[in-house]
Structures are given as C-alpha cells and as structure tokens.
C-alpha cells in the first residue's frame, strides 16, 4: 500500500496519448543515461498504473523460482530503484531508452541470461547462458504508447546483440 501511494505522488507524467511523436532515438542505458532512467521509471513510466510503478524491471533479476519463499516481504519501491540502478551500473542489468524529442519515453530490459534470476538455465544449458540476450520488460509512458516504441526497442536489442557476445535473443 505504501508503494502504491508514494507512486500516485511522484508518478507525475502525463497520461493522455500524443496524436504523432517527434524524432525517435534508441539509446542504451549506459553510466550517462542512468540519472534518464530513473527519472523516467521515478515519474512517467506508469502514471497510470501506479499499483506497478515500484518494479524498477527487478523481477526477472531477483525472482529465482527455485529459491522461492511465498513469506518475502515485497521490496520497497526505493530498495528496488536502488537495486536496478546499482545492476545498471555494475553490468548485471542492460537495456535501451527510448527517447522522443530527447524525452525518455520508453525502455526495454535486454540483460544477459546469466543475469536474470528468472530466466537463468544455468551450466550445460544450450546455448549458454552468457550467449543470449533476454527481452524481459518493455515499458511505454502513456502518451507514447500505440506509435511502436517498444517494436524499435527490440528491433535496436536485437541489431546490438551479436555485439554484445549473443548468439540468440529470447524473450519472455
């Protein structure tokens, strides 16, 4: 309930679809993009769903299926934007912004196998771990959505993954 009530507060973005979008550019989130994202998942990504504004995209990075325990507390929203930022910064997480007029707008997790909880198959797995790119999250701020943002943030996933060491992009 305090997830959800701090979001109503800070989820300031705008809620109503834009008729046309400006200039569109796919960009990773690297050290300098790190302050647009959380700005971006702080006040737009859900301005109109606060209930899921306290993800930060850690799911896939935490939630390991074989060490599941129902009694966990759910995380703050703050440790999960501290979580996320941290594996932004350390290279256990990856993705790309959208940006629209040099706005984020939208983002999509494309980390590494290995570094999902989630998705992780773990030694002997084919192809490895370490050689596939995981799409895992897409997220478009509410007046972005329905312009195909989240196609040209996998089309972007997908063109950089054999640069990345990828054999194979899965998504989930």
């Given at each position: 309930i305090r997830n959800v009530a701090a979001a109503i507060v800070?989820?300031?973005g705008g809620v109503d679809r834009l008729?046309?979008?400006?200039?569109?550019?796919?960009?990773?989130?690297?050290q300098?993009?790190?302050?647009d994202w959380l700005?971006?998942?702080?006040h737009d990504a859900f301005s109109d769903s606060p209930i899921f504004a306290s993800c930060?995209?850690?799911?896939?990075?935490?939630?390991?299926?074989?060490?599941f325990d129902p009694r966990h507390e759910p995380s703050t929203?703050?440790?999960?934007?501290?979580?996320v930022a941290g594996l932004l910064r350390d290279g256990g997480s990856f993705g790309y912004l959208a940006y629209v007029d040099g706005s984020a707008a939208g983002w999509v997790n494309a980390s590494m196998r290995k570094d999902y909880a989630l998705f992780r198959r773990g030694p002997?797995?084919?192809?490895?771990d370490e050689q596939v790119v995981g799409i895992s999250c897409f997220v478009i701020a509410p007046p972005y959505r329905r312009?195909?943002?989240?196609?040209?943030?996998?089309d972007r996933a997908v063109a950089d993954a054999a640069d990345r060491g990828a054999t194979s992009v899965e998504s989930y």
């Open positions: 800070r989820q300031t008729d046309t979008l400006g200039a569109v550019e796919i960009l990773p989130v690297t300098e993009r790190i302050d700005a971006f998942f702080d930060y995209c850690t799911e896939p990075h935490v939630l390991d299926p074989k060490n929203w703050q440790e999960n934007r501290a979580l002997g797995a084919e192809p490895p312009h195909g943002l989240a196609g040209r943030l996998l």
